[in-house]
């Protein structure tokens, strides 16, 4: 299999399991509040990238990214996983599965409005219609197209979609300064998040109200949505020889995703839904040309 398969194989593979995580968001907090699921899943997900990197023989690096810098990656440990899922599912909890993980793709739009002060870039006309045409979408999304505030689910849900929006873009904005190898650079997230994780789970409720289906969610959410399925996304790139192909199968995700959420849990898919995300998604393609 030449490297192009292979890339597209193993991109496929990361799309599929990502839309599965809106309908496993909501399952999961059936069983567990938001603290707890996210500090069972973030120490899954340690566990995962660790045994990746030992596989590999490269927990050397790992070690001395820990060694060298460990108060920098505890304060991103404290942002991602634990701040961003916290907001994330905290919004899951309180929005419908369709409208959070819609919203949740305009990270991408924020991006363009945190890399004018971060890293010094201007705004292009193409930013400022991608934000507007996007956030648009974000509107119908939330009220279901009436466009009346009234419609809106909760205004405490959506805000933290926007939020979460907000924290993932200007984590991946510092994440681009880090020297370190990506897959080194998240595990020394995961197992720095992991003291104050395990603290949670014994301290406070979490271990109390465990149950095997709650224990089952949160491993299913540390493997496929914050661990494995970076491995094999970030497999795919490298492999790439057209990267923007692979990097555009990210957008069957929300669309197998939606179909999910309906089959699973039998939550009817809102037309304005469907034509909110026909305008996100052009607004993300617009504001990535010829990036």
Not at 164 to 170: D, E, I
Not at 179 to 186: I, R, S, T, W
Request: hydrophobic share 60%; glycine share 6%; proline share 3%.
């Amino acid at each position: 299999m030449n490297r192009s398969k292979q890339a597209l194989l193993l991109g496929l593979s990361a799309v599929l399991l990502w839309s599965t995580v809106a309908t496993a968001f909501k399952i999961a907090l059936r069983y567990l509040d938001v603290f707890s699921l996210v500090c069972l899943a973030s120490v899954v997900s340690a566990c995962v990238l660790v045994c990746w990197l030992v596989v590999q023989g490269r927990v050397t690096e790992l070690l001395t990214a820990l060694r060298n810098q460990p108060l920098k990656y505890f304060i991103m440990a404290c942002i991602n996983p634990l701040l961003y899922y916290i907001i994330l599912l905290t919004a899951y909890d309180l929005l419908p599965a369709q409208q959070a993980q819609t919203i949740n793709y305009t990270w991408a739009i924020i991006l363009s409005l945190l890399a004018v002060p971060v890293l010094g870039q201007r705004l292009q006309h193409k930013d400022i219609a991608a934000i507007a045409v996007g956030y648009l979408g974000v509107v119908i999304i939330a009220t279901e197209g009436s466009f009346h505030l009234g419609a809106i689910q909760s205004t405490l849900g959506l805000t933290l979609a926007l939020v979460s929006t907000l924290v993932w873009a200007g984590f991946w904005l510092a994440n681009t300064r880090l020297q370190e190898p990506k897959d080194v650079a998240l595990a020394a997230m995961f197992v720095m998040s992991c003291p104050v994780a395990i603290a949670y789970l014994i301290y406070g409720d979490g271990l109390a109200q465990l149950s095997w289906q709650g224990l089952g969610a949160a491993v299913y959410i540390g493997l496929f949505e914050m661990g494995v399925t970076f491995l094999l996304w970030s497999q795919a790139l490298s492999k790439a020889v057209n990267v923007a192909r692979v990097a555009n199968l990210i957008f069957l995700a929300p669309v197998l995703s939606l179909v999910l959420i309906q089959l699973v849990l039998d939550e009817p898919i809102h037309p304005a839904t469907v034509v909110g995300f026909a305008l996100i998604v052009p607004a993300i393609l617009l504001q990535q040309r010829d990036a």
